[in-house]
C-alpha cells in the first residue's frame, strides 16, 4: 500500500506527528517536496523532535527514510539535523537516502529570498531558507543537483556559470557584494563528501520496493493552500504541495498510490502573509495561539489562527483525492462555548460555494459560518471516539458530512497515545 500523507490548508497540520505514527505500518517513508521551510514535530514522551528535511518516520528503527528528488536540499541544515539524530541514538547510517536528483540550496539562494522580500512591495512572509530561488534555478535549467557534488569538475562549471550571473544581479540589483566562488566550492565538495554514501537513485529504490509489495509512505511538506499552481498565489511556496507532487518528487507512477490521507487541523492556522477568510479578530487570535501554541516550529513565528473553513478543506479534498482524512488538535477547542464553521463566502451580495480564484473575493470575502455547540475542557484525554464529549463528535460528524471524507484519525494532544484511530 502506497500512501500519500498531504496538508489540507496553509501548513502546520500536524501532518509529523501522523507521519510518525502511521510509519509503524509501512517500510520506507519519503518526503517529496519543500525543503527547511518545513517543521515536522514528533513528540515522543518528554523529547520534541522537529524534522526540517528527514522524513518523520526516522525514529523507527528498521524504516528507510528517503529525500525525494522534489525536496531541495540545503546540505548545512541536513548535516546539524542528522547530527542531532546521532546525539540521541537513533542509527539512521543504513536507511537513510538522498536522491541524486534533489536539488541544492546554495547560499545565494537564501540572500537573494531574503533581499527579494526586502525589495517587494507585497511581502509573501517567506521563511527566508532560499527555498524560492532554488526551485527557480531548477526551473531555469541552472540548478546545482545532489549528484553534481561527487564530480567535482562538473561542480565547478556550474558553480562558475551561476556565480557569473548572480553575482552580477546582486551587485547592480541589491548593492551586495556578491559571493566568492572558492569557499563554496570546497565547502559544497566537503559536503559531497559527507554525504557521498547516502546519495542514490532512490526513484529505482522506490519501484523495486513496490515491485517487492513493500508499504510507501510520502510525507508531503507545507499544505495544498500553499501549493504553487492551487495555493493563495502569489502567497504560496514553490512546489507542488498537492498529492500530485509525490509521483513528481519520488519517481513513482500516479497508478502506483494507492491512498491519498488529509491532515486537516480542527481550526485553521497561516503563518506568513496573504488572504485568510475565516481569521480571528486580534483579541480571540492571540487568545487562540495560545491555547494552541501556535508558533511556526521553523521560524517561531506567530501563526494567525481562524475557524475552519470547509470552503477550503473541501477543494483540498478535490484537489488531492483524499478518502480518509486526520483531524487534528480537537484539543485546542476544548472550553469553547461556540464554535464556527465557514460554509460559503459572501462578496458583494453573491454566495461563493467554491473556493474563488478570484484575489479581490478571496481577501474580501465574509464567511458565512455555521454555528455549533462547543464542549467544556476535558480533565482527561479521551482516548476513543465515544469517550469524546458528544458535542465534540457532533462537530467531527459535521466536518466529515461537510467534507465527503472518512475520518480515520483524530488527534487530542501532541504525544503518540493522544491519537483515536476510528
Ligand atoms: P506539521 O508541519 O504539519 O508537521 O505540523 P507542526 O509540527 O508544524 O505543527 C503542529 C503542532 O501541533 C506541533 O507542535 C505538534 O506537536 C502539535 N500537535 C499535533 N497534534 C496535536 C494535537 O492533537 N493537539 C495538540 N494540542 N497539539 C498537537
Ligand atoms: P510545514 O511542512 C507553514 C509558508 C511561509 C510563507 C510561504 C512561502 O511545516 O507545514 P517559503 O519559505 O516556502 O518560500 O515561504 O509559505 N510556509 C509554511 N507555512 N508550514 C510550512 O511547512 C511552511 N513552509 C512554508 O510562511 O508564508
Ligand atoms: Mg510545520
Redesign the pocket.
Known sequence: MNTVIV?TQ????G?GKIIDILSQKVDYIVRYQ?GN????TVVVGKKEYIFHLIPSGILHPGKICCIGNGVVIDPEVLLHELADLRKNGVDFSKRFKISSLAHLIMPYHKNL?QLRETKRKNK??????G??PCYADKINRCGIRMIDLLNPDIFREKLKDNLKEKNEIFRKVYQHPGFSFEKIYRQYLDYGNLFGAYISNTALLLNKAIENKKDILLEG???TF?DIDFGTYP????SSATSGGACIGTGISPVKIDKVVGVCKAYTT?????PFPTEFAREFGEFMRDKGNEF????G?PRRCGWFDAVMCQESVMLNGIAELAIMKIDVLDGLKKIKICTAYKYKGKIFKEFPHDFEVLSKAIPVYKEMAGWPHQDNKPSSFKELHPNARIYLAQLQSLLKAKITMVSVGQARKDTIMI
Request: charged fraction near 20%; proline fraction near 0%; hydrophobic fraction near 25%.
Open positions: 496538508g496553509w501548513g502546520d497540520e501532518k519543500g521551510n518545513a517543521g515536522h529570498d509573501i512572509g517567506t521563511t527566508g531558507r527555498i524560492g511538506a507545507q499544505g500553499l502567497f504560496v511556496t514553490s497561516r503563518v506568513g502573509e496573504g511556526g516550529a521553523t521560524t513565528r
